[in-house]
T-cell receptor
């Protein structure tokens, strides 16, 4: 069975702090995709990244970076120098390669960045 | 391009009633997926439609159904509403296998 665990329910930081959101997944598939989405208070899910299981390179996009480690089944997300606008719920999700529209979601981590 | 639109944005129904939610995908997108989001269960996949055919289905009872029209617009229907059906229902569309674009959701409250 596929499963995504985001152990951190809520995180609160002060602006400019770095913060890492953890994501651990379970799957028997050898080929799969991992995603991160952001859900601001408005409710609309915003795509952040998709990672193929064959690509273990870390990725950096501005203040965002992702660390994918198959050995520990983790796909962690780091925000550097956090800003108040980063306050949102962040979701990690998993899909198998043959059906990557059927996402299996973690329960999300609510991030509050305080001024 | 306009984003994914969902109507209505808010709905209040009573137990036993039925409800229909609508989703208009981004122009050119042929795949539409539906998700239910609740505080307790989080986000759960309901079903996916592609070219008017249901391609995938989640683990929901038969009271939850959907369809897709030739213009890719999709509707989902919930019959015999239960209190536990209160949720945010999200629709997502995609063109390729790359990513899904989500709409703002329909907030359904069942009294």
């Amino acid at each position: 069975a596929q499963k995504v665990t985001q152990a951190q329910t809520e995180i609160s930081v002060v602006e400019k702090e770095d913060v890492t959101l953890d994501c651990v997944y379970e799957t028997r598939d050898t080929t799969y995709y991992l995603f991160w989405y952001k859900q601001p208070p408005s409710g609309e899910l915003v795509f952040l990244i998709r990672r193929n299981s064959f690509d273990e390179q870390n990725e950096i996009s501005g203040r965002y970076s992702w660390n994918f480690q198959k050995s520990t089944s983790s796909f962690n997300f780091t925000i550097t120098a956090s800003q108040v606008v980063d306050s949102a719920v962040y979701f990690c999700a998993l899909a198998n390669a043959g059906n990557n529209r059927k996402l299996i979601w973690g329960l999300g981590t609510s991030l509050a960045v305080n001024p | 391009k306009a984003g994914v639109t969902q109507t209505p944005r808010y709905l209040i129904k009573t137990r036993g009633q039925q409800v229909t939610l609508s989703c208009s995908p981004i122009s050119g997108h042929r795949s539409v997926s539906w998700y239910q989001q609740t505080p307790g269960q989080g986000l759960q996949f309901l079903f996916e439609y592609f070219s008017e055919t249901q391609r995938n289905k989640g683990n929901f009872p038969g009271r939850f159904s959907g369809r897709q029209f030739s213009n890719s617009r999709s509707e989902m229907n919930v019959s015999t509403l239960e209190l536990g059906d209160s949720a945010l229902y999200l629709c997502a569309s995609s063109f390729s296998k790359d990513r899904q674009f989500f709409g703002p959701g329909t907030r359904l409250t069942v009294l």
